[in-house]
């Protein structure tokens, strides 16, 4: 299994970006996906999870409202939109996906947003 996350950059308060992580080795639309984030001196934790369909996502509260994950099937690819993003966004994000038993993380990118 391969996660190889992208999109990451910088942004000023206020903007948006767009990530993406194209998976391979793994049946893509018969797996949950989801993001997780760990931004300076902190432990990792989850941002959103996205069923195998789609139709069931969950957000962290933080990021209710400003943050939107989805997948394309078809692509083997899951996105998270980040719009009005805050400096306590910054942090490197990570793609995971638990695939028989097994957690899988990408590389990760890096979102550093300033005020």
């Known amino acids: 299994v391969q996660l190889v996350e992208s999109g990451g950059g910088l942004a000023q308060a206020g903007d948006s970006l767009k990530l993406s992580c194209a998976a391979s080795g793994l049946t893509f639309s018969g797996v949950a996906m989801g993001w997780f984030r760990q931004g300076p001196g902190k432990q990792r934790d989850f941002v959103a999870t996205i069923s195998k369909t789609g139709r069931y996502t969950k957000y962290v509260d933080s990021v209710k409202g400003r943050f939107t994950i989805s997948r394309d099937n078809a692509l083997n690819t899951v996105y998270l939109q980040m719009n009005s993003l805050k400096p306590e966004d910054t942090a490197v994000y990570y793609c995971?996906?638990?695939?028989?038993?097994?957690?899988?993380w990408g590389q990760g990118t890096q979102v550093t947003v300033s005020s």
């Open positions: 995971n996906v638990q695939y028989w038993n097994r957690h899988y």
